[in-house]
Every structure is written in C-alpha cells, then in structure tokens.
C-alpha cells in the first residue's frame, strides 16, 4: 500500500512539474514592472538580456515551485491523518507534517513578499519615481 502510494505520489508530482512548465510562456507575456531593463543596444539593434531580469524571473519560478512544494505537503499530511485510522502515533505525526508545511508556505510567501517589495522600489529608484 505504501509503495503503491509513493509510486502515485512520484507522478502527481511529475505532473504538476511538467504542466507548471507548459504555462511559463503565458506567464512570461504578463507585463512586470518596469526594471530599466533593454537600456542597452549591440550592433544589430537588438536589446542585450539584462542579468537583473533573468535574476527576477528566476527568484519568481523558484518561489513559486517551493509555493507548489509547500502545498502538497500540507496535502501528503492530510492524506496521512486520513488514513491514520485512529492511531494517535500516525495523527501526531500527520500533525506535524502540516505543522511543517504551513511554517514553510508562510516563510515562502514572506520571502515572496520581501523579493516582490525590494524589486520594486529599486525599480522606483531605477526610474526616478
């Protein structure tokens, strides 16, 4: 039953890696705030990819897998108490895991917080507004 569940878990998980990948080029459409990024031409004519943009887009999709991981953990420590079956070891340590899942979801969303709030007042500052 175990190993028939972790075989399961495995590919939700590879699942939901693979479609978050397939939505990425929707996302990168979406218009950020403005980083003074393309400030630099070569000789084409053509914008230089700044390493400020790439830093930004990377710090978001790394935020937003840990946000994914976070999530199905609380999820894995539900499914464990729901399958405890009265046994308090099992309940105590369902318990824990999400405990653990939702300190870690917070801490993530407050680092998402701090990235989010240091990009754009250094956009603010880069612009003169």
Known sequence: MILNFNK???IA???MLYFSVL???AYAQIDGPDLGLGYVDDELGLAVA????AAVSLIKLLMTFLGII?????????FVW?????????VSTAKKIITAGIIGLIIILAAFLIVN??????????NGL
């Open 23 to 25: 939505i990425l080029p």
């Open 13 to 15: 998980l590879f699942c």
């Open 70 to 78: 976070a999530v199905v953990i609380i999820l894995y420590g539900g």
């Open 117 to 126: 709030f240091v990009v754009e007042n250094v956009s603010n500052s880069l």
């Open 82 to 90: 729901l399958t405890a079956a009265g046994n308090e070891d099992r």
């Open 50 to 53: 700044d390493p400020r943009d």
């Open 8 to 10: 399961v878990f495995i």
